[in-house]
């Protein structure tokens, strides 16, 4: 396993670091000490890499993400893997706000709460929250899946179009277009998958889906108050 403190080498040097790993690295397995609330730790990682980050982060933590399996030890900051394309992101402790907002792709695992606008603009991620998340969560998400194993803020889904929302507890309310869905077999499949994988231990079966509406996927005047 290689070591990197940032406290000596600096952040700039990691990321430059990590970043000039490839495919055929065989220099699999990092670990990061002393982050100290940095931001933009290991971001724009492009290759089949493991870094578990020992403690937490400021903003931007595993952002652009590829390939890589990013683990931190501690909370992050907002943004967490934002814009994230595949690989895995783990947070073992809270997220602050827009965590996985406009990920592309890739699993990204909040073992602690999630604030406001978790998944925002998601376009493929798949996010599983252990805890509770902030409101106005999959705001305009456009695909992928929100898993949330608590409970979720005000205004759930506002504006999304084709993403898949399963929430465990219950839900201050409901953004516009956005409306409880029928559980059919296949989500329960999918939702179960995402379960495992993320190391959760509730059923499929205790949680409820939401979605789009699909009214407002085009202008309407008579949908004007909704916009």
Known sequence: MQTYDISEKGLRGLNSTLQAQRDATNQTSWQVVNPKGSHAIAVGLDAPIEVTVKG????YCAGMNQQATIKVEGSVGPGAAENMMSGTVVIEGDASQYAGATGHGGLLVIKGNASSRCGISMKGIDIVVHGNIGHMSAFMAQAGNLVVCGDAGDALGDSLYEARLFVRGSVKSLGADCVEKEMRPEHIEILKDLLERAGAD???????RYGSARKLYNFDVDNTAAY
């Open 202 to 208: 509730a059923k499929p079966e205790e949680f409820k």
């Open 56 to 59: 937490s982060t400021g903003y």
